[in-house]
């Protein structure tokens, strides 16, 4: 073995890694959760594959003994806050998310103060100290159902995607206080592209995630969280989709619907891979570390104990509500 690699990151390159990977899960009674955006290769070998809320559930309802979650650290915190007898492994701790990433605890705590009579609603896509701040969680599945009922008259702040925000305020006519938070994939795909796919396309239909900015939204033939993606495709199999959300879900949609046809939409020059628009927060993980990380029982997911009860009522006031 040469000097830089320890026994921790190496990989006998005769080993079949699904194989191990396999085995190691069987040996000690883990269960891989795998979301939509990850490499095709680890949602094949990934025991459940879904969008946060789905994998939230899971995660709650799961008898294994230790949870390997392939997806971004906000998603295997939520793990560990609902299971937190459980071990949870994370294959790349940096698997962070922008949204996480725009929202400090600390200014959120000021923001929050401005407005002491609102209800706070935060998306998933935050850290655990702003989910200790909150009142509900929402996922981009339940966003909707959740808002709606929460009476005419209480106001809201809506935190930390200012455009899911604005697609809410738009469904519900909600007039919501909203945090100043972005996804680097999502604001970055190219109207450009979108129009050009579209003219040389004319009978496919644009299909885009709520964490787009309006402008691209307009476009949009169907809006939804990843879940609400893959049904739209499968009911309408045999169609032709240009696809607003991470280009890893086609793995996916050409599963349920094999007899589609999928364009991926280019980024600009800023942001995330302006040629794939892959999140590259998800994209960090991989096989290799997945291996490596069922192998060596870590990276693990751990929380302080009074912070996770703060984090965990607003979480199951989320999983009440949908
Ligand atoms: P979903 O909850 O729709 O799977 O979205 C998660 C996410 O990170 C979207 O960027
Ligand atoms: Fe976060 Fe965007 Fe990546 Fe989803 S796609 S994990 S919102 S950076």
């Given amino acids: 073995m040469t000097n830089n690699i320890t026994n921790e990151c190496y990989i006998d390159p005769s080993l079949d890694l699904e194989d191990e990977i396999n085995r190691l899960k069987k040996d000690m009674n883990a269960v891989i959760l795998a979301h939509y955006y990850q490499d095709p290769e680890i949602q094949d070998i990934a025991d459940f594959v879904g969008d946060s809320l789905d ?24 793990a560990k806050i609902l299971s937190p007898q459980k071990k949870v492994l994370l294959p790349d701790m940096a698997a962070g998310c922008s949204l996480e990433d725009a929202c400090k605890p600390e200014e959120f705590v000021k923001f929050k103060a401005q407005y002491p009579d609102h209800i706070v609603l935060t998306y998933v ?118 696809i607003l959300t991470e280009s890893h879900i086609i793995h996916q949609m050409r599963k349920l619907a094999p007899n589609s046809i999928f364009h991926n939409v280019e980024g600009m020059e800023e942001g995330a891979c302006s040629i794939c628009n892959d999140c590259p927060y998800m994209k960090l993980n991989t096989l290799e570390k997945l291996y490596l990380c069922i192998k ?11 912070l996770r009860l703060k984090a965990k009522r607003p979480l199951e006031k989320m999983l009440e509500m949908s």
């Fill in 55 to 78: 994998l939230s559930r899971k995660a709650a309802a799961t008898d294994a003994d230790v949870i390997v979650f392939c997806g971004v650290r906000f998603m295997a915190d939520v």
């Fill in 125 to 242: 896509n935050s850290s655990i100290k702003v989910k200790a701040l909150t009142d509900i969680i929402v996922t981009s599945t339940n966003a909707e159902k959740i808002i709606r009922q929460i009476p005419q008259d209480q106001p809201i702040i809506f935190a930390p995607d200012k455009y899911l925000g604005e697609y809410l305020a738009r469904k519900t006519g909600r007039d919501m206080v909203l945090w100043d938070g972005t996804c680097i994939v999502h604001e970055n795909f190219s109207e450009k592209e979108v129009i050009k796919l579209k003219t040389n396309h004319t009978g496919a239909k644009i299909i885009a995630h709520p964490e787009c900015p309006e402008h691209l939204l307009g476009y949009a033939d169907h809006i939804g969280s990843t879940s609400s993606l893959l049904n739209y495709v499968e009911k309408n199999d045999g169609g032709e989709f240009i």
């Fill in 296 to 306: 060596n029982g870590a990276p693990e997911i751990t929380i302080n104990e009074d």
